[in-house]
């Protein structure tokens, strides 16, 4: 159990426009889902933090009107790149929690997206 | 250019040695803390965690020991195997105001030589 899709896992967009990235939790009812980004030869970076049916918490220093974050459901977190950049090219990875109560934290990680802006 | 900071450190270890990984991490608060492993255009792998509450904890081959007096993490992996090239990453659980957070540690790169 405890399977987190992400999808898309590589998508190439031109510069300027938006990229939606889902997350979904495939067996299990997510409470927090996390997103991170990940340049290349770096560690994970968390960028923001999201709730079910709540606002999301960015780190500091993470653009919440460039990288907007939707939790409707307890199954799906989408993260969108809103007016894309070089520079926001990346590996953006989600993660997702079980509700508390779990017999350990579980955070499952899905299999990233690659975002390459031209 | 690139700078400091940016490459990650390299364990370059013969095929069926151990591998020791290191990390530092930075809340003492923490109080939970886990090993992933991250193989090239892949998300984390899960290979072992450990509670707050513990120093010492032991899974196929590999074994996570916790210092929280310095605030240092371990891996040790026995017999490593060429498999297990990839770049291994500390992570530890912080409370916080919303909720819990994992946060991620520099990263180490083990290459495994034959």
């Known amino acids: 159990g405890a399977v987190v899709s992400q999808h898309p896992s590589w998508v190439i967009c031109k510069s300027g426009t938006s990229v939606k990235i889902e997350c979904r939790s495939l067996?299990?009812?997510?409470?927090?889902m996390f997103w991170y980004r990940q340049f290349p030869k770096q560690s994970l970076m968390l960028m923001a933090t999201?709730?079910?049916?709540?606002?999301?918490?960015?780190e500091q220093g993470v653009e919440k009107d460039k990288f907007l974050i939707n939790h409707a459901s307890l199954t799906l977190s989408t993260l969108t790149v809103t007016s894309a950049h070089p520079e926001d090219s990346s590996f953006y990875i989600c993660?997702?929690?079980?509700?508390?109560?779990?017999?350990?934290?579980?955070?499952?990680f899905g299999s990233g997206t690659r975002l390459t802006v031209v | 250019g690139e700078s400091v900071g940016l490459h990650l450190p390299t364990l370059s270890v013969q095929e069926g040695d151990n591998s020791i990984i290191n990390c530092a991490y930075s809340?003492?608060?923490?109080?939970?803390f886990i090993w992933y492993k991250q193989e090239s255009g892949k998300g984390p792998q899960f290979i072992i965690d450990?509670?707050?509450?513990?120093d010492k904890r032991q899974g196929q081959r590999v074994t996570v020991l916790l210092n929280k007096t310095v605030k240092h993490l371990s891996l040790q992996i026995a017999a490593t195997q060429p498999g297990d090239s990839a770049v291994y990453f500390c992570?530890?659980?912080?409370?916080?105001?919303?909720?819990?957070?994992?946060?991620f540690g520099g990263g180490t790169r083990v290459l495994v030589k034959p």
């Open positions: 450990i509670r707050s509450n513990m």
């Open positions: 067996d299990f009812q997510a409470t927090t």
């Open positions: 992570a530890e659980n912080m409370r916080g105001a919303a909720g819990n957070k994992l946060t």
């Open positions: 809340n003492s608060a923490s109080d939970y």
């Open positions: 993660s997702a929690t079980k509700p508390p109560g779990q017999a350990y934290y579980g955070y499952t």
């Open positions: 999201s709730n079910e049916g709540s606002k999301a918490t960015y």
